[in-house]
């Protein structure tokens, strides 16, 4: 398998899994702790929405799953915070909007749109040495926002409320936050696919959970997770000639189930 290496499009996948690993404990743990998990799923299938308008327009379909990324997120906070909506109804909204505009600009688009599959179930051994800058730079400034607001990070995850009434700057770390999710969620769509990110952001972390119980050993143990699970898929993809997306995530629920048995025994 170590001849694989020699591929430079192989050596991208790998930098990338890599990148995208670490990035996807951070946000996760994030996300989890505060109980958004379903906040994943719905901008992810607003992204939807984005890559149907950018396909419609012939404009960069990633860009547009962008913008419509971050409007989705932050359309969540907006209606969450000012509108008194509850987050789960506000994601619901989201979600079937950002699918329905998908479908509707896909079927007006000319044609037959051939990359959408990859977008859908992805196809990491088509990223390029762009994503990795890309993803290279979104690591950096979340692991920097991360460490300077961690405190406030942490305390805003387990309860909002008590961070609102100490003073502390809920909102701004909140929208920032869900800003980067939204951003980690599109840098990842070529990783996994839509079909498949939430496993991504979080199987490492509940199964992390299992033993851990504090932000930063459980945001750590599923970076390790998701590394060995993401990189062990991708070589083991080369074996059997399977997409190593089905296999990354297939080893995060093998992960999940070990670390439930070796709980049950323990117990």
């Known amino acids: 398998m170590l001849q694989y ?7 991208n996948a790998l930098i990338g899994v890599v990148l995208i690993s670490l990035c996807s404990a951070m946000i996760g743990t994030y996300i989890i702790t505060r109980r958004m998990v379903a906040i994943s799923g719905g901008i992810t299938h607003a992204c ?37 909506l509850r987050e789960d109804s506000a994601i619901a909204v989201i979600w079937s909007c950002g699918m329905a505009l998908g479908v509707l600009f896909v079927f007006l688009t000319p044609g037959y749109v051939p990359e959408l599959n990859a977008f859908l179930f992805g196809n990491i051994l088509t990223v390029s040495r762009g994503d990795l800058w890309a993803f ?7 692991l920097l926002f991360f460490v300077r607001q961690y405190r406030n990070i942490v305390a805003i995850a387990f309860d ?28 990842t769509i070529r990783l996994v696919g839509i079909m498949l990110l939430m496993s991504m952001l979080s199987l490492p972390i509940i199964t992390a959970e299992i ?9 750590l143990g599923s970076a390790a997770l998701s590394l060995v ?17 089905a296999l990354i995530v297939l080893l995060m629920v093998l992960f999940f189930g070990i670390g439930r048995i070796a709980k049950s025994f323990s117990a």
């Open 229 to 245: 699970a993401s990189v062990g898929g991708l070589f083991l993809s080369t074996v059997v000639d399977v997409p190593c997306s």
């Open 48 to 84: 939807f929405g984005g890559l149907g308008l950018g396909y419609f327009l012939g404009m960069n379909p990633i860009i547009m799953a962008a913008v419509f990324a971050v409007a989705s997120a932050l359309g969540v906070e907006v209606m969450s915070d000012r509108l008194r």
């Open 211 to 219: 033993r851990y119980h504090r932000f930063l050993p459980v945001m």
């Open 136 to 142: 290279g730079i979104y690591a950096i400034v979340l």
């Open 160 to 187: 909002r409320d008590f961070a609102l009434v100490n003073g502390l700057p809920v909102r701004f770390v909140s929208y920032t936050m869900t800003v980067l999710v939204a951003v980690g969620i599109v840098l």
């Open 5 to 11: 290496l020699d591929y430079p499009f192989f050596v």
